[in-house]
């Protein structure tokens, strides 16, 4: 379990330092690049402690055991994962126009709401 959280936290944190030490706003592309990294950490701890206790294992065998390969279909496989790859570039891209037409929509933001406006009036 140390294993785990060692490598995890560590990697998470190591990866995250230049953005801390740099300030950079949340918006910024090296944040996004270093949440995708910190998201893919927990990943590595789970190889590290699997790498760790299956020391005698051969590469392709434990590659296998852990579901790193592209299993019995490999064509199969490769086409479920362009499917997954389009899809989801889809979907993002179809509620980032979902979004930005509702804020045209609605126009600019009030801090006021009508009523209060009409109050002031009188």
Excluded: C, D, N, Y
């Excluded at 990866?15 to 990943?43: D, N, Q, R």
């Excluded at 579901?67 to 362009?82: D, E, I, Y």
């Excluded at 790859?85 to 804020?103: A, I, K, M, P």
């Excluded at 801090?111 to 009036?121: I, N, Q, T, V, Y």
Aim: no cysteine.
């Amino acid at each position: 379990m140390w294993v785990f959280l060692l490598v995890t936290f560590g990697a998470s944190w190591l990866a995250a330092t230049p953005v801390w030490v740099s300030g950079s706003p949340l918006g910024s592309p090296p944040v996004l690049v270093t949440a995708v990294i910190m998201m893919m950490t927990p990943s590595l701890g789970v190889v590290a402690v699997w790498r760790l206790v299956h020391r005698g294992t051969p590469f392709r065998q434990w590659a296998r055991q852990t579901g790193l390969t592209l299993g019995p279909s490999r064509a199969r496989t490769g086409k479920l994962v362009a499917a997954a790859w389009l899809g989801e570039s889809v979907h993002g891209s179809e509620s980032v126009q979902r979004v930005r037409g509702e804020r045209r929509r609605a126009g600019p933001p009030s801090w006021r709401s009508r009523p209060a406006r009409r109050a002031r009036r009188r």
